[in-house]
């Protein structure tokens, strides 16, 4: 007998047939004699839906009022698929955030977990009951007050709660197979990855893969948590997510992944004084707008003027904030203009074999050279190489590295529609 957490996503759970069906399949997993716990997302666009109204109430919500408005969405969906579990003869008990233990720290909307002790979905299970528990909801000790992890909270909630009762798996049911080589809607050739580590995962999620959350990943790794990343529409095998260790048994493709990401902004600083402490002031004053910059490249400057330019990647919505912070700072830092430019792309090769390889960073330009491509941008760390683009090439830029890499498959991946959440 195993111990399994399932994760089920807005997605898997937007209706009532949804959720029956999903009922169904935590039955099954229960009468093959494992214990289960399960914790569910808000049905559908419940989650966005209860923030619009939010807005149109007040501009600005108050985050406690928010936090006890949007763990409504999870309560919903936990208590009839109770309903739905218990219509087919299966004990199941729905618990809160509070009630499943999730202690968190006091930030509303952002919370972090500082405490999982699952008393009563232990009791649950112990009872025979399936326990499901509302995910992306905690509460905080010293104020009392109910808290939200933050937008796609509820696969920490699931990592979380595995690492505390000693999960064998996590399991996040989705609405795709599992982690592709690339997005089978921008590569039909993609193929499902079997296997990946944490490392790679975090690389890729934070490229803009969107099938996991970072944190959620994060927290696996941290306690040892194996996630695995499946679809909730067939029985098939998803994607196994687990630790280094594990991972080395596999043999290691160079390249696991390519990723794009369009959600980032590039703003330059014109003219900047090439002297000490100057890229200490402008990241400074970014920084102090809690804005989280991505790439950073610094021209070589020409001798005869002794001025550079430096240029950062930053989420879209962020670069409003950065620009005025900047602007404001122009006469105290020195430089000559600034920048804003939001139609750039980024792509980004992962892949812990690349470690160990010399020459991937050639091949990619290769290919990227020979689609007629240009890099506007580079950076790298041990186990990915990111590129900046143009936009509109960064889909056709994904398809040819996929290629060059040898990792489309001979057959077409199927997607149901996805959105891989
Ligand atoms: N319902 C929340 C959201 O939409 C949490 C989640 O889906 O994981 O962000
Ligand atoms: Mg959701």
């Known amino acids: 007998m195993s111990l399994i957490v399932q ?188 296997r990946i580590t944490s490392e790679e995962m975090l690389e890729l999620a934070a490229a803009g893969a969107k099938v996991l959350y970072i944190r959620a990943v994060e927290y696996a790794r941290r306690h040892g948590v194996t996630i695995h990343v499946r679809s909730s529409f067939n029985n098939n095998e998803g994607t196994l997510v687990v630790g280094p260790k594990e991972g080395e048994i596999v043999e290691e493709p160079i390249i696991t992944g390519v990723s794009a990401d369009l959600s980032e902004a590039k703003i330059t600083v014109v003219g900047v004084p090439d002297i000490p402490g100057k890229a200490a002031q402008i990241f400074t004053v970014v920084a102090n707008t809690n804005v989280n910059i991505d790439m950073i490249v610094q021209n070589v400057s020409t001798a005869s003027t002794g001025l550079t330019d430096i240029s950062f990647t930053l989420p879209k919505s962020d670069a409003e904030v950065a620009m005025t912070a900047l602007t404001a700072a122009q006469p105290d830092i020195g430089f000559a203009s600034l920048q804003h430019d939001d139609q750039i792309g980024k792509l980004s090769v992962v892949g812990a074999g690349m470690r160990t390889n010399a020459g991937v960073t050639a091949k990619l330009f290769t290919a990227l050279f020979e689609a007629g491509i240009n890099i506007e941008m580079i950076s790298t760390s041990e186990i990915r190489i990111s590129v900046v683009t143009r936009a509109d090439t960064v889909n056709e830029a994904v398809r040819v590295v996929h290629t060059a890499f040898g990792l489309d498959g001979d057959t077409e991946a199927i997607v149901h529609a996805g959105t891989g959440r």
Do not use: W
């Not at 208590?79 to 087919?88: D, F, R, T, V, W």
């Not at 795709?176 to 079997?194: C, E, H, M, Q, Y």
């Open 7 to 194: 994760k089920f996503g807005g997605s898997s759970v937007a209706d009532a047939e949804s959720i029956k069906r999903v009922a169904k399949r935590i039955v099954e997993t229960r009468k093959a004699g494992h214990e289960v716990v399960v914790v569910v997302s808000a049905m559908g666009d419940t989650t966005d839906e209860l923030l619009d109204l939010a807005e149109q109430v007040v501009p600005v919500p108050s985050g406690r009022e928010l936090d006890m408005l949007l763990t409504a969405g999870e309560r919903i969906s936990m208590a009839l698929l109770a309903m739905a579990i218990k219509g087919l003869g299966i004990d199941a008990l729905s618990f809160t955030g509070s009630q499943a233990g999730m202690v968190t720290d006091a930030r509303h909307g952002s919370a972090r977990i500082v405490e999982v002790s699952p008393k009563r979905v232990r009791e649950a299970l112990d009872s025979g009951a399936v326990a499901i528990v509302a995910g992306f909801q905690g509460f905080n000790r010293l104020t009392g007050d109910i808290t939200t992890l933050g937008r796609g909270g509820s696969d920490t909630t699931a990592v979380a709660l595995a690492a505390a009762l000693d999960a064998d798996v996590c399991e996040i049911y989705t609405d795709v197979d599992g982690v592709f080589t690339a997005d089978p809607r921008v590569v039909p050739t993609a193929r499902k990855i079997d």
